[in-house]
């Protein structure tokens, strides 16, 4: 259709709008989007990098529709996983909508109570809420539920690949479902989301509970180049033949001038990393009589120093620099940024791209992305694959993958939430007072996120809630027991993710209201304790168990870092299989610099002289060949112990594991952080048997439900506590392992 006819099918405030920013024209995602949502009646997914105008490509056609043919109730209810991307687009939205009759209401915790009044008395415009608070409202008051929505005709979901794969993103959609039965029509749903490979996965999770087909536009963004450089430092107690600095002082002086008098994001995996990173930063800038403004941006920083440095970022002022973690992946608009800076390895491929979008955003400007790895080459030596640090060779591999072949991770779909199968039936029956068993399972069970759990899987579940007190049997069927009461009347059950026991940090001596909160920690810190939060030292001055808070007051230096999350995430066999191709290859990668390039050209050698040859007990060689560039990737140890390296992802090798183990081996998975490096296998039975097992592994595949799964294995749900531990055997076997991939063993 084109750029000019889709202009001239926008409101006139619309157009006014684009004139009034100096748009030079509509990006061919928003040319796309118009044409969907103003032609069809289609379910409609955006994927596209971070600042690609995805949020005005839904936001522009569906402002228009409800202008010209206004909503008898809240007409667009934006889904946000992020208060602050609530706020982010509100202030957005409110620009764009001063001139025209459609208001925008924030709808959650922290949300004006008059402005959600007003809201309830005249439904109208757009409603920007949380999962959660979506939840509270069907659950506690579907009265005003049903009167905000009657007419509702767009639901727009925001971050869908922050969704996708956890139980919040399948509380949502059971949450949109339930909506749709109370108001007896299915609204369009629009999914943006960061860019994706295959759409698949993301398009049937849009879909989930509708009978309309999703239409996902194929457009490319504008090339935005990007410079990407990969450091390595080697860190030893002195740099041979040099100053008297340490390798670790060089490590942050590279990142401070990487940083220094730009705009720019310091991404680091964990919270402690962040903390570390910025109060080196802020010494050296102090050190160096700098002026650049060094921030803190993660979950346990208060909301307002975190909307401070939001908007810190967002002015335009220089200098300043943010640590974060995956908070600031997300869709808040940042402006430009001149680079972003990463210690260590994103966790994923997704996350690599969405950090890439953070820069290079502004006209023709080259963005820089710089990669900067330490690792601690003075630990003695081990076993070789002890010695190599995976994370470097994950960050070619990952970079590899994008660039060469645009492969993001496909979104993973869980089959059997029981968690929150417990969650929606206690929500269910907290909106209905009480509901007959068959009724019960039929409400529960007829929601698309449940598809794969069967009715005596969840007869199993309703006996064991019965028994313990969850729920209790009424004259009008079953209902909320008084264990039960106690669980949903808990202010934290609204939300399906776990949020532990925390205590406020102020910065004041005494407990008066005005004390500014900084952010919160797990730990209950005595007094005199100093500890790192929002990038400053702090010593404690008061502890108050009772009202779960501690005063502290600023100190000089570096305090020692609490923080003991070191990152932890689910490697794609796709990551795997393209590291393995990296150690075979011999090519020198132009992102990597001189120090970078030696290093892997070190884990090179060391991986491909790595023999199945190990030492014996007796010191004797035992005789073998080299085996990285061979079929079968095993290394033996001893005559007795053996690394078997699959090159699966987690899931695959977790699988490979139980299979194992099932055939007599002594097995445990060894990792790297979160990298399935290799499975460490101990055998009386030979290296040719464990080739023999491997071998018949591959060819055959295995039946999960033969493995014997210890009852300690870890399974993510907030409510399992009252699910039976056979349902959670279940669900770990068909969401934790994946038996497909075994085929793919090295």
Known sequence: MGQNNIFYRLAPFIQDYIYRNKWEELRDIQVAAAEIIFDTDDNLLLTSGTASGKTEAAFLPVITQLWENPAGSVGALYISPLKALINDQFERLEELLEEADIPVTKWHGDASPSAKKKLVKNPHGIMQTTPESLESLLMRNSSNAYRLFSDLRFVIIDEVHYFMDNDRGLQLLSILERLQRLIGFIPRRIGLSATLGDCTNAEKWLCMGTDAPCNTPRVHDKNRRVRLSVRFFPLAEKIPNSDSKTLLEHYYEYLYESTHAKRCILFSNSKGEVEENIAHMKRLSEKNHGNDCYLVHHANISPALREFAEKRMKSGE????????????????????ERIVQTGCPLTVSGLVQRLGRTGRRGDAIGEMCFAFRWDMSLPPNTFYKEVNWDIVMCAAMILLYTREKWVEPMYLPKLPYSLLYHQTMSILAASGSVQPKELARQVLTLAVFRYISKEDYLLLLRHMLENGQLERGEDGLMIGEEGEAAVNNYEFLAVFSVPVEYTVRSSAGNGASAEIIGTVQNPFPPKSQFALAGQAWEVTELDKKQQTIYVKKIEGISANMWTDTGNGY????????????????????FLDESARKRLDDIRRLCRNATMSGVSESGNELMGGTVFEGERVIVALSETVFAVFPFLGTRGTMALLYALRERGFQANVWLQRYIPVCIEVQTDMGREALIAALNKIKENGADKYSFRIPENCEIA???????????????YIEDYLDTDELNLIE
């Open 318 to 337: 220089l200098p300043v620099c943010t640590g974060a973690t995956v908070t600031l992946e997300l869709g808040i608009d940042l402006g430009h940024l």
């Open 571 to 590: 490697v794609h066999t796709k990551v795997m299989k393209k590291m393995l191709e990296v150690l075979r290859s011999d090519e020198q990668y132009a």
């Open 717 to 731: 749900g907030k409510f399992n506590d009252y699910i039976p531990r056979q349902l959670l055997t279940k669900q």
